[in-house]
């Protein structure tokens, strides 16, 4: 089935319809950012840690912006208020996950119910992974051809952003637990396309050292 365009219970912003349209036969694709988690492991919200000139989901949601997707949704949970107060959401509609921490797969449950109903292709995109850029995006966009899934293949392995056709979306909405997207990834092997990314899997942040390094990065450092 295709994921309802209608808004969760508890969303904190309803979509805007978008009234430009797309030329013919450009596919609609929109860009799924998942910042619902509960910093468990760090402590506070790691959405809200200082990075560059502002804050770390800041970063995240300024590269999404310039893919150019037709539709930007942020799916949020862990301290929703804290992070909608703290993050320049311009431009997103807005999804609350009250169940983030029974595992990302709510969330991007809840993500997709906001989508458009003529949505194409889904990005998804790790709202901790600041050194993820819209070249690694529109590489795999580039890459994936007519394919259900792609994935980026980086130098040391398979590594986000994803890419969704419209067909795979209602497996993608069944989803339950954490990992489960790669568990999809493993069990539907055979409808995967690998896009070549250059350079190493950008690091995510769940620990003040896996924070440490990504500020590393951003200095230039080893």
Same mark, same amino acid.
């Given at each position: ?103 990302? *797969?709510? %969330?991007?449950?809840? /993500? !997709?119910?906001? &989508? $458009?109903? +003529?949505?194409? @292709?889904?990005? =998804? #995109? ?38 969704? *056709?419209? %067909?795979?979306?209602? /497996? !993608?909405?069944? &989803? $339950?637990? +954490?990992?489960? @997207?790669?568990? =999809? #990834? ?37």
């Amino acid at each position: 089935m295709t994921p309802p365009a209608e808004a969760l219970p508890g969303q904190a912003r309803s979509p805007a319809p978008l009234t430009s349209r797309r030329p013919a036969g450009k596919p609609r694709i929109a860009g799924l950012v998942l910042a619902a988690g509960g910093s468990s492991r760090l402590g506070r919200p790691k959405q809200l840690l200082p990075y560059g000139d502002g804050v770390l989901l800041d970063a995240v949601l300024a590269t999404a912006r310039a893919c150019g997707f037709a539709q930007l949704v942020l799916a949020v949970g862990g301290s929703s208020e804290e992070v909608l107060k703290g993050v320049n959401t311009a431009g997103c509609d807005v999804a609350v996950n009250p169940d983030f921490g029974t595992g990302c *797969a709510s %969330s991007i449950a809840a /993500a !997709l119910q906001a &989508l $458009h109903s +003529d949505t194409d @292709v889904v990005v =998804l #995109l790790l709202g901790d992974q600041p050194g993820v850029m819209a070249r690694n995006v529109d590489r795999l966009l580039a890459g994936r051809g007519h394919a259900e899934i792609a994935v980026c293949r980086y130098d040391d392995g398979i590594g986000h952003p994803f890419a969704f *056709a419209r %067909s795979a979306l209602p /497996a !993608l909405a069944g &989803l $339950h637990g +954490d990992k489960a @997207v790669w568990r =999809l #990834l493993e069990e539907r092997a055979s409808e995967v396309t690998e896009v070549a990314v250059p350079g190493a899997i950008p690091l995510d942040i769940n620990t003040d050292d896996d924070y440490d390094r990504v500020l590393d990065a951003l200095r230039g450092g080893p």
